[in-house]
């Protein structure tokens, strides 16, 4: 499968914990977003990476959220302290360039769910 | 700010039955548009995209025109099949935007046989 990959597909989490997320972008690609999804809403822009470097976070919120994207391994979104409102779906995309012309290709997401 | 308005869903059609979904977008310049579909428990899969005004993109029978002056980017489909139940996502990028993707709600689309 040469699509992006995300895991885990479920995440359960108790309040307090920590959540990690893991993001391999399509071969080839160097870009990578990352997107949450609220119950019965559209997906809303968190943070824009390439290789060792964060481009733009300001959808991410200031505390307790964290992105890398190392030069080896997959991207990575952390979230510590989970709280219920943190419930979504939080998606990976990935692309091969920047720029407004270029699609973004995205992975099934992983589900995470707080209790 | 940049956003997107779509029609509001839940869309529901008989098989062989004509779709529109409406899309209008607020954003300064020239953004690209595009529509992205989403499967039950899947991830987004792009669907079509236009780059510029009065561009027509189009797959699997599905089409959009980027209108620029009224700004909007109806997706359209002239029969719906059972398998086109899914949820579509109209979205724009500014090439000053840093890249990222702004999305409408979603509409649910469910087609009965």
């Known amino acids: 499968n040469a699509g992006v990959m995300q895991n885990p597909r479920h995440l359960v989490r108790r309040r307090g914990q920590e959540a990690r997320l893991r993001c391999s972008p399509m071969?080839?690609?160097?870009?990578v977003y990352w997107y949450r999804q609220l119950p019965e809403e559209g997906l809303k822009f968190m943070v824009y990476?390439?290789?060792?470097?964060?481009?733009?976070e300001s959808g991410m919120p200031k505390e307790r959220f964290s992105a890398e994207f190392p030069k080896e391994g997959p991207s990575i979104l952390r979230i510590q302290q989970v709280v219920r409102g943190d419930s979504a779906a939080y998606f990976c995309?990935?692309?091969?360039?920047?720029?407004?012309?270029?699609?973004?290709?995205f992975g099934d997401g992983t589900r995470l769910s707080i209790l | 700010g940049d956003s997107v308005t779509q029609m509001e869903g839940p869309v529901t059609l008989s098989e062989e039955a004509f779709l529109t979904i409406n899309c209008t977008y607020t954003?300064?310049?020239?953004?690209?548009l595009f529509w992205y579909v989403q499967y039950p428990g899947e991830g987004l899969q792009l669907l079509l995209k236009?780059?510029?005004?009065?561009d027509k993109g189009s797959n699997k029978g599905f089409e959009a025109t980027y209108r620029k002056e009224t700004t909007s980017f109806h997706l359209e489909k002239g029969s719906v099949q059972v398998s086109d139940s899914a949820v579509y996502f109209c979205?724009?990028?500014?090439?000053?935007?840093?890249?990222?993707?702004?999305f409408g709600e979603g509409t649910q689309l469910t087609v009965n046989p």
């Open positions: 979205a724009l990028n500014r090439e000053t935007s840093g890249s990222r993707l702004t």
């Open positions: 954003a300064t310049g020239y953004p690209s």
């Open positions: 071969k080839g690609h160097s870009h």
């Open positions: 995309a990935s692309s091969s360039g920047q720029g407004k012309n270029q699609p973004q290709h």
């Open positions: 990476l390439q290789k060792e470097n964060i481009i733009d």
């Open positions: 236009a780059t510029k005004a009065d």
